[in-house]
């Protein structure tokens, strides 16, 4: 009884949670045309978010490219197939890989450094500040942020799909000797443009959810420093699992 | 002009606010007394909307706005300015951008203007020179009066002010004292002020109240508080007849 007990308002808990987070969504979706327009906020945080995670993103991409181009090298060799591991890198990565695995990563670095500043101004009364000068902090402290992440991402996947595709190129080139052209024959060959852009619209979408996760854990902060601690780890948490999660209905929607 | 009707407040099981009742009135200084946690600042909070009362109403300029939304209370709150114990400067932002964010958000300035409100507002409250100063680089007492600069900035007509003075020394103190009388001297300006402090208390109230276990035990102007007999009353003007005695 206990245990169920437990189970049963965990996942009430849960319920109310992504009920409150959709409606925080919405308000903050709202909040984007509301005027005045903060222009040289949404700079900073584009700058921010995009500087701190550029690093990140691209070795996560380089080494996945090199990882799948070693793999499907030695698999594809046995029957001497390896002329299309181009092909395979080239859709995996643009479709799949890089805006997951990108997400993951920015997820990290981003969605704990929104929740950590939100919820350091939360329980510093911060926020209340904002509210008590009639300065709505969804529209002040979301609207660049949530906007930064949302054209973020799309242009960091970009990169990170040509990297992780040289990746591999430098793998198969240089280590095992294979054509130069060959393989990038068949990424081209291989590779729509719908598999490219189907990525790009996971990656703003993740880039939103991202943000929009960091901005909600840190709203609901209480409790000193220690909130602010539970705070950044629990938006990691949601927002990794949310990637996951729209990642497989965004797939099977784009298919 | 505020009133508080019955309000009840708690968290969890901790009652804070067990019906609290008040009126102030346009053009008043009001002052709040009371043991520390004994809820003042809740109550401060209940006013701007802030917190919502469990039970009861809060009514400014005789409407009833408890369940206002959040866009009809930044409406409200434009003519409204609060200081909080801690400050709450932005952290992100200089001095100088702290106490200039609220007119820049609310009013066309130009940079000219902008310039000369703050500095006014910074001088006022002897913070001149420190304008480039990040939160993170004053002290507290530095902190408080740059929060306390910010709230007047936009000259609004209600102020409220949890413990402005609490942490500064005597002159400092003062001087502040100073800045609200001639705040309400000047303008029609309505003040809350919680404080510790009953030199201060004295100072600028018309009428103070005493919370105590989150009821308020006593209401009245400066003359009956020193003829009050309630022991808690006593106790809390011992620290004031002692100073006395020395000056
Ligand atoms: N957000 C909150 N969540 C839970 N409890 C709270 C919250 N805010 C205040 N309290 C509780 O309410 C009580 C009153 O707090 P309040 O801050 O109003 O005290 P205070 O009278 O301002 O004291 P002080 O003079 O020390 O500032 C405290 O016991 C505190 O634990
Ligand atoms: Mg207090």
């Known amino acids: 009884m206990n245990f169920l007990d437990r189970l049963g308002k965990w996942v009430l808990n849960a319920v109310a949670e992504a ?91 981003i969605a704990s450094a929104i929740a950590a500043e939100i919820g350091t101004m939360r329980v510093t009364e911060q926020v209340d500040a904002l509210e008590v000068m009639g300065v709505d902090p969804v529209q002040y402290l979301f609207v660049p942020r949530i906007l930064s992440g949302t054209i973020m991402m799309p242009l960091l996947v970009g990169i990170a799909d040509v990297i992780g595709i040289y990746g591999g190129f430098f793998l198969l080139v240089n280590v095992f000797g294979e054509n130069p052209d060959m393989y990038l024959n068949k990424v081209y060959q291989y590779t729509d443009v719908h598999d490219v852009t189907s990525g790009l619209i996971k990656a703003a979408v993740f880039g939103f959810i991202i943000a929009m996760v960091g901005c909600f854990k840190g709203l609901r902060t209480e409790g000193g420093a220690e909130g602010v601690g539970n705070a950044t780890t629990s938006a990691v948490v949601m927002a990794s699992l949310l990637i996951l999660v729209l990642d497989f209905f965004l797939s099977k929607l784009m298919f | 002009m505020i009133e508080l009707k019955n309000i009840h407040k708690s968290f969890g099981s901790k009652h804070v606010l067990n019906g609290i009742n008040l009126h102030i009135v346009k053009g008043e200084s009001f002052i709040i007394l009371g043991g520390s946690g004994t809820g003042k600042s809740v109550m401060l909070k209940h006013i701007i909307g802030l917190m919502k009362p469990d039970k009861g109403r809060v009514f400014i300029d005789g409407k009833d706005v408890t369940d206002y939304t959040r866009e009809q209370w930044f409406d409200i709150r434009r003519r409204f300015g609060m200081s909080f114990q801690e400050a709450a400067l932005f952290d992100f932002m200089n001095v100088f951008e702290n106490v200039a964010f609220p007119i820049r958000r609310h009013t066309r300035s130009t940079e000219m203007e902008i310039k000369k409100r703050v500095g006014y507002c910074l001088d006022i409250v002897g913070l001149s020179g420190n304008e480039l100063l990040m939160p993170a680089e004053l002290s507290g007492g530095m902190r408080r009066r740059a929060g306390f600069a910010r709230s007047i900035a936009l000259n609004p007509e209600v102020l409220l002010f949890d413990e402005p003075t609490t942490g500064l020394d005597p002159v400092m103190t003062d001087q502040i004292d100073n800045v609200i009388n001639d705040l309400r001297r000047g303008l029609d300006v309505t003040c809350v002020t919680i404080t510790h402090d009953m030199v201060s208390a004295f100072d600028i109230a018309d009428r103070m109240v005493m919370l105590h276990e989150g009821e308020i035990v006593f209401t009245g102007t400066p003359d009956d508080v020193m003829k009050s007999r309630l022991p808690i009353i006593r106790s809390f003007l011992k620290g004031r007849i002692c100073e006395e005695k020395t000056q």
Request: hydrophobic share 50%; proline share 3%.
């Open chain 1, 19 to 109: 009920g409150d987070f959709a409606i925080l969504c919405w308000t903050a979706l709202r909040s984007i045309f509301k005027r005045p327009f903060d222009i040289r906020n949404l700079f900073k945080q584009l700058e921010r978010i995009g500087v701190d995670s550029m690093p990140v993103v691209l070795l996560t991409a380089l080494f996945t490219g090199m990882v799948i181009a070693l793999q499907t090298y030695s698999g594809f060799k046995r029957f001497q197939a390896q002329s299309m591991v181009g092909a395979l890198v080239g859709v995996s990565l643009t479709r799949e890989l890089a805006p997951v695995l990108a997400g993951l990563m920015v997820s990290g670095r």
